[in-house]
Every structure is written in C-alpha cells, then in structure tokens.
C-alpha cells in the first residue's frame, strides 16, 4: 500500500472516530425525549451500521481496478439515473419535510442523489480522458458532457434539491474546464443555468430567498426565520478556547435542530471549543493535501480527474457545511463528510476513499516497476487514456 493510501486511512478513521462519539453526544438526549424514537442509542446505531457498510464497501472499492469504472460508465450512469427517477415517483421515493430524496431499500434509505456524485465523477472523467482532443469542440465536446451534468442536476432539482444540484454544478464544471472545455462555450451555459435557478428560487422555491435575506441580516428575525443560524453561532461562541467539555453542551438541549446532522460541527465547537474545531478543520486540510498528492501522482488523465472529483466532493462539502454553521453562506441542509448522521453520504464518501485507495496504489506500483528496471530512461510517462 502507498504512502498517500496509508496516511488517507488514518485521517478518514481520525475523523470517524470523532463522528462517532459526536454524534452520540450530540443525539442521546433528543432521541430519548422524542417520543417516536425513546431511546438515547438511536442515531448511534443507525451510524454504527452504516458505518459497517461503508467500511465494507470501502475495503471491496479499494481491490477493485480503478480503470475497470471507466469501462462500467455507462451501467453506473444507467443505474444513477433510473433511481434519480424512481425517487420522484410517489410510493417509491419517501417524501420527508416537502423534499422527496430517499429510496426505501428494505430497512435501510438510500438517496440517489449521493450516487450520482460518484458516477458523475466516473462518467466524466472517462469521458474526457477518451476524447481529450475533443472537448474544446462544442458539439463533439461541450454539448454531451454539459448536456448530461445538466441533466442530472436538473433531475436533482425536482425532488427539491437546489444545493446538491449547485454543488455537483460546481465541481463538474472545474472539472470540465480542467478537461479542456473552452471557458467561451461554459459562460453563456453556467450564467443560464444560474439564471434558472435564480428564477426557480423566486417562483418555485421561496424558502431559499429567504435564507439568501437571513444570511444577510440574520438578526432581523431571530428567533423565526434567523433561529438556526443564531443558535448555531451562540454554540460556537459558548464553548470558547476549549469548550464546555464532551457531552456538557447545552445547545443539543433542543436549541438548535439537526445537531445530529448539519450541525454537528457547532456541537463540537461548543463541547471541545475553538481547539476541537481547529483539530477538525486540519484534518480536512490535510485531506486535502493527500488527495492532491495522489492526484500528482497519477499516470493518466483518467486517474487524475477522478482523484481530483471525489477529492474536491469531499472538502468542498465540508467546507459548505462549515460554511453554513458560521454564517459564513446562507443555510444549506449539508452534512459535514465523515462527522454527520447519514448513511447514503457516508456509503458513497467511503466508496469514494476507496477509489483513491486505488488509485493511489495503482500509481505507487508504476512508479516501484519503473523504478527497478534501468532498460527505460527515467521521464514523465506519457498519458494513457482511459478504457
């Protein structure tokens, strides 16, 4: 195993170890007091399981050829597709808070819209790597690959779900620009796209207008429209340079909603203070610089793309979610990688993990095969192109 893949394991199993007793700080009270649920070991379990999953699916995806997702592009896209529609359908997607995003499968829910980040990860690097001299041509390049991120974005919206559909945006449009895409073609695309959302967000999504003037003046209506935000920083602020101490907090007291998911980094703000959220923002950090070091390593474009995707789904998610809990962006239901409640986001962030496990291997054995033999003259190796 490779330096990147060791150092990698142990910072996602730091920040699970952390995400683990957090989230049980964070959900014992309110899972015991409610009375659908009654009983304090809750949401740990429900992790706890998830966590069994993904783990599994981690070390299975690690072992598995990362070119051999090059060559299943199709299937994958085929799949995240047919269940970014069956969500839609009613008696099939479970519809929770007016946003219908989750497939019951047994007894557990899967929501697609955390698979289509993986497989549009796969999909697109493929793509580009295969037709690299390609994308600077509209038709041959920018119309199918921006065609099909519209097209999954555009699924996503209809469940509601405006801040995944603009986050995926986001990262796949780097991507594309990375790949070639000509920045003239994206523009005029990207601005009709935020016009669209701009007009949906007026007409059909209101609520989102209203954190938009929330994160603007969020004291104009404290305790209605500005409550989570203001709770979510008064816990921040509550726990100083060291915090209350673990389990000791008081915003979890129903103060603040979602501490088990999308505001679990403002309990650890409050319980382990200013430190404890360093400590979690440089393990994000360092993330970061390993996922990028794997990228440089890469041999072929296919392999740096993706590494680069899943790499900048991962800390870019942590970042929004950080982002939110201090006022930083207006409020967004996204949970921290790793630390929230969640099994699909954890499922697919640790599918993700275990391509660039792969990856990173994949690239430490071409570097030690080349290194032992003296036939071939050290150079950059030349690009390979994906399957």
């Known amino acids: 195993m490779s330096r990147e893949a060791k150092v990698l394991i142990i910072v996602v199993t730091l920040l699970l170890a952390i995400g683990i007793v957090m989230l049980f700080s964070a959900s014992a009270i309110y899972a015991s007091e409610t009375k659908k649920i ?74 697609p819209s955390e698979m289509a980040k993986i497989t549009i990860a796969i999909f697109m690097s493929a793509f580009i790597s295969t037709n690299y001299e390609r994308m600077k041509d509209w038709l041959k390049g920018f119309l199918p690959s921006f065609g099909l991120l519209a097209l999954i974005c555009g699924m996503i919206l209809l469940q509601p779900d405006m801040g995944t559909a603009m986050f995926i945006a986001i990262v796949m449009t780097t991507i594309l620009i990375i790949g070639g895409i000509r920045v003239i073609h994206i523009v005029p695309a990207f601005c009709t796209g935020a016009l669209i959302m701009c007009i949906l967000a007026l007409y059909k999504f209101p609520y989102i207008v209203d954190r938009v003037m929330t994160f603007i003046k969020p004291d104009a209506d404290p305790l209605g429209k500005g409550y989570h935000i203001n709770q979510s920083l008064i816990a921040l602020g509550y726990g100083g340079l060291f915090g209350t101490g673990l389990g000791k907090g008081i915003s979890k007291l129903f103060f603040l909603p979602e501490v088990e998911s999308d505001f679990i980094f403002s309990v650890v703000g409050e319980e382990l203070g200013f430190v404890g959220t360093i400590c979690i923002l440089g393990l994000f950090a360092y993330l970061l610089y390993i996922g990028w070091n794997i990228c440089k390593k890469t041999t072929n474009k296919f392999a740096f793309l993706l590494s680069f995707s899943i790499t900048a789904f991962i800390i870019l998610q942590a970042i929004m979610n950080i982002a939110v809990v201090t006022a930083s962006m207006p409020t967004k239901g996204i949970p921290l990688p790793f630390l929230s409640a969640g099994g699909s986001s954890l499922l697919f962030t640790m599918v993700g993990v275990g391509i660039l496990v792969n990856i990173s291997n994949g690239s430490h054995k071409v570097v030690a095969d080349k290194a032992k033999t003296t036939l071939i003259p050290a150079a950059t190796p030349e690009i390979i192109k994906a399957p």
């Open 38 to 111: 009654a009983d304090p070991y809750f949401f740990l379990k429900r992790q706890l399981q998830w966590l069994l999953i993904s783990v599994a699916g981690l070390i299975i995806v690690a072992n598995v050829p990362y070119t051999l997702w090059a060559r299943v592009k199709y299937i994958l896209l085929g799949i995240t597709i047919v269940m970014l529609l069956l969500v839609l359908i009613p008696g099939i997607g479970t519809k929770i808070n007016g946003a219908r995003r989750w497939i019951m499968i047994g007894p557990l829910s899967i929501q």
